[in-house]
Each structure stands twice: as structure tokens, then as C-alpha cells.
């Protein structure tokens, strides 16, 4: 097994290279859906949040209410690190059992694990490669206000809840300019999976 570490900061256009990976034949982790999965309703780490955070971060239906915890969270450098003393042990957990999973299926497997908080967390899962993706922040702005809908201060807000470009280039073996057209940053993930698939190859 190839095992890569992809990163990047909210809104940087790691859902675009993961994408393209998976279409070389990646088995992509993703670990916003890991982190989903491990606050479904009757879970541990819901209950831990509800207990934490309180009712007013718990819909109608007994599910996780998003926006009212990220309201609290980005707002709060102390509670998010609360939350995620809470999500990030049961998310590593279910990675390790994804990744073994994702070897035993296929012991010569390419597995991409994009996980965004990669540098906050400061959790190594024995990466092969660490690729990181980045766009500059004004644009990385304009796609949280324009496409996902946020306003610009919420956009501000999450940006600076999370590492610096700085932080993240400091973990990577390879960095992704996302900032231009699509065509380039494809051309970039494909000369990746080139050298990816020829490394792979070397290490069996």
C-alpha cells in the first residue's frame, strides 16, 4: 500500500484533487465524511458534544445541528479545541480501521486520505507522500462567499481557525497551486500520479 496525505485549508480545492486521484484509481478517505459518521445520533462523541456544548447543538431529529456548533466553535479558539478533543480521537480511530481495510482489500492499493486538518492535528498516519493544496487567501474568500454562501466575516473567521499556509507547507513533500485555472491544477495531479504510481511500484 501507497499511502498519501492530502491537505489544505478550507475552500483550497482539495475535493478537486482528491476527485482526480480517484479517477486514476485512488482509494480516497475522507475524513470531513469519517468525522460525520463518528457524530451520527447514539455515538459517543455526540453524546460527549451534547454533554459539552449543550441541547441548543442538537436538532429536532437528535442529529448534529452544524451550524449552530460552528456559530459557538469559530467564534471560540477554547471551545473549538473542545470539540475537537472530542471528534479528533474517535476520526483517528476510524481511519486506522479504513486504511488497514483499504491494504487487506488490496496490498498494492494507492490510498489517499484527505483529511483538512492535518497540521492542527499533528497526527502521523505513517504518510508515504504529504501533499498539500493551496490557493491564495482573497480567492479562497471569494469561493466561501460566492459558491458555499457564508458571508465574508464567517469565511474570515474559518480561514483563521485554521493553520497558516505556512504551517501547512511546513509538513508537505509536495504543494498544489490551486489558485489558477482547473486544467493547470489537473496537470498538476496528474504529474503526481505519475510519480506517485512509479514510487508505488518501487516499494513493493
Do not use: C
Request: hydrophobic share 50%.
Amino acid at each position: 500500500m501507497y499511502l498519501i496525505g492530502l491537505t489544505g485549508g478550507i475552500a483550497s480545492g482539495k475535493s478537486l484533487v482528491s476527485a482526480r486521484l480517484a479517477e486514476h484509481g485512488a482509494i480516497v478517505i475522507d475524513a470531513d465524511l469519517l468525522a460525520r459518521e463518528v457524530v451520527e445520533p447514539g455515538t459517543p462523541a455526540l453524546e460527549a458534544i451534547a454533554k459539552q456544548f449543550g441541547a441548543s447543538v442538537i436538532d429536532s431529529e437528535g442529529r448534529l445541528d452544524r451550524a449552530a456548533l460552528g456559530a459557538i466553535v469559530f467564534a471560540d479558539p477554547a471551545r473549538l479545541e473542545i470539540l475537537n478533543g472530542i471528534t479528533h480521537p474517535a476520526v483517528r480511530a476510524l481511519t486506522r480501521e479504513r486504511i488497514a481495510a483499504a491494504e487487506a482489500n488490496d496490498p498494492n492499493a494507492i490510498v489517499v486520505y484527505d483529511v483538512p486538518l492535518m497540521a492542527e492535528a499533528s497526527v502521523a498516519h505513517g504518510y508515504d507522500l504529504v501533499v498539500v493544496v493551496e490557493a491564495g487567501v482573497a480567492e479562497r474568500i471569494r469561493r466561501m462567499v460566492e459558491i458555499r454562501g457564508l458571508s465574508r466575516d464567517d469565511a474570515e473567521r474559518r480561514l483563521l481557525s485554521q493553520a497558516s499556509d505556512d504551517e501547512r507547507r511546513a509538513i508537505a513533500d509536495l504543494v498544489i497551486d490551486n489558485s489558477a485555472s482547473i486544467d493547470l491544477t489537473l496537470a498538476q495531479v496528474d504529474a503526481l500520479w505519475e510519480t506517485v504510481t512509479g514510487s508505488a511500484a518501487g516499494k513493493h
